[in-house]
C-alpha cells in the first residue's frame, strides 16, 4: 500500500487545517468562543475540587480526629484552602454564565464572554496560589529553601498575572460600560 501511494505522489500525513482569526473584524458567533471558555472552567472546578478532598499532608486516622486534616494549624494550608475556594468559585460562576449564554444575543454573549474571561482569569491564579501554599506546608518543614523558591516562583507569576489581568478587568469593564 505504502508503494502504491508513493508512485501516486500521494501526500504525506495530514494537510494543516488554516483558521485564521479575524483581526479587528466583529467576531459574529460566540458559540465556539463560549464553548472553550467553558471546558476552561469546567477543568479548573475539577481540579480544585479534587484538591480540596486531597489536603496537603493528608488526614488524621485517630479514633477521636477521623478524617481531619492533620496541618490545619499551619497557615499556609489555611491559604491553600481560602485560594482553592476561590479558584473553585471563580470557576464554577465562569460556568453558570456561559451555560447561559447561548439563550441571549450576540451583545449579550460579548459581555458574557469578557466577564467569564476574568473570572477565569482569577480562577487560575487561586489554583497558582492553592498549588504554592500547598506545595510550602507539606516541603517547608524537610526543605525550607526548596519550598521558598517555590513560592518565590509561583508567586511573581501569579502576582504578574493579577497585575496584568487587573488592567486587563479593568479595561474590559469600560468597555462594557462603554459598549
Known amino acids: 500500500m505504502w508503494l502504491h501511494l508513493t508512485i501516486h505522489r500521494a501526500p504525506r500525513g495530514r494537510l494543516p487545517n ?20 467553558a471546558l476552561v472552567a469546567t477543568l479548573i472546578a475539577t481540579v480544585t475540587f479534587a484538591a480540596a478532598f486531597t489536603m496537603p499532608g493528608g488526614h488524621d486516622t485517630s479514633p477521636g480526629n ?6 490545619t494549624k499551619k497557615a499556609a494550608l489555611r491559604a491553600f484552602i481560602l485560594s482553592d475556594t476561590v479558584a473553585m468559585s471563580f470557576s464554577i460562576v465562569a460556568v453558570l454564565a456561559l ?3 447561548v ?19 482569577l480562577a487560575m491564579r487561586g489554583s497558582l496560589v492553592a498549588f504554592m501554599s500547598g506545595l510550602f506546608v507539606v516541603i517547608a518543614p524537610k526543605a525550607l529553601w526548596e519550598a521558598i523558591s517555590v513560592c518565590i516562583i509561583v508567586g511573581t507569576w501569579a502576582s504578574q498575572g493579577m497585575l496584568i489581568g487587573g488592567g486587563i478587568i479593568l479595561s474590559l469593564i469600560t468597555e462594557l460600560e462603554v459598549g
Not at 439563550?103 to 482569569?121: K, T
Open 99 to 101: 451555560a447561559l449564554a
Open 18 to 37: 488554516e483558521y485564521k482569526v479575524p483581526v479587528g473584524e466583529r467576531i459574529e458567533d460566540f458559540n465556539p468562543i463560549i464553548n472553550t471558555m
Open 103 to 121: 439563550y441571549f444575543e450576540q451583545e449579550m454573549q460579548r459581555r458574557i464572554c469578557l466577564i467569564s474571561w476574568a473570572l477565569i482569569n
Open 66 to 71: 477521623l478524617g481531619v486534616a492533620n496541618l
